[in-house]
């Protein structure tokens, strides 16, 4: 099985700009999560998903939105960019099973603030 | 909300070295999850190990729940073996909150 998938893999974006991140989660997943990871710290909590609805929010402003699709593939939506929110950006998927919850994580899309 | 605090910030070993890593945690979690992010900044589970003990080649990890703290150890440590090892943690909610993140770097 493919693993999460996310795309672009890298973005280089102006201030004030807005950007569109993608994730697709591993087949038979329905939860996704994204998470911000600067430079030098651990990945921080944005969002996370299940069957299209939102399940939790981080401490993040409003400029981030996300949504998911029927397919439980996700976007992340951060408008009005500042240059803080340049990061590495994960998405996780989520099995559940007998062993308990464990997220797989993506690549990440690396995006740059200027 | 939970704290997540990982020692050593740092490591440096030759290769062929074992090594300790140590997560504690703030209070009582349902769940435990060692990651290594490679270079490249992809994050790879390693453990999912909320309590216990388990193995995986060279590396196994300890969780002793009742004690807010997890360890994860690496034997025959190699050059592949270098980044940065997270844990992370939740409530059983799907929010994971990590760790300050041990980097290791081990040289030939």
């Known amino acids: 099985d493919a693993g999460v998938t996310q795309s672009p893999t890298h973005l280089i974006k102006t201030r004030g700009q807005q950007v569109t991140l993608r994730c697709s989660p591993i087949?038979?997943?329905?939860?996704v999560s994204w998470y911000q990871q600067v430079l030098g710290q651990g990945p921080q909590f944005i969002f996370q998903y299940y069957e299209k609805e939102e399940r939790g929010r981080g401490n993040f402003p409003d400029r981030f939105s996300a949504r998911q699709f029927p397919n439980y593939s996700s976007e992340l939506n951060v408008n009005a960019l500042l240059l803080g929110d340049s990061a590495l950006y994960l998405c996780?998927?989520?099995?559940?099973?007998?062993?308990?919850?464990?997220?797989?994580f993506g690549p990440g899309t690396r995006l740059l603030v200027l | 909300g939970i704290q997540v605090e990982q020692s050593p910030p740092d490591l440096i070993l030759q290769e062929g070295a074992n090594s300790t890593l140590r997560c504690n945690f703030s209070?009582?979690?349902?769940?435990l999850q060692w990651f290594h992010q490679n270079p490249w900044g992809q994050l790879i589970n390693l453990f999912y190990?909320?309590?216990g003990t388990k193995q995986n080649g060279r590396l196994s990890a300890t969780t002793v729940a009742t004690e807010r703290y997890s360890l994860l150890y690496i034997s025959s440590s190699q050059t592949t073996d270098s980044g940065v090892y997270f844990c992370?943690?939740?409530?059983?909610?799907?929010?994971?909150?990590f760790g300050t993140g041990t980097r290791l770097t081990i040289i030939p």
């Open positions: 996780a998927s989520t099995r559940r099973g007998s062993g308990g919850e464990t997220q797989y």
């Open positions: 209070d009582s979690v349902n769940n």
């Open positions: 087949s038979g997943h329905k939860s």
């Open positions: 992370a943690t939740n409530f059983g909610n799907e929010k994971l909150t």
């Open positions: 190990i909320p309590s």
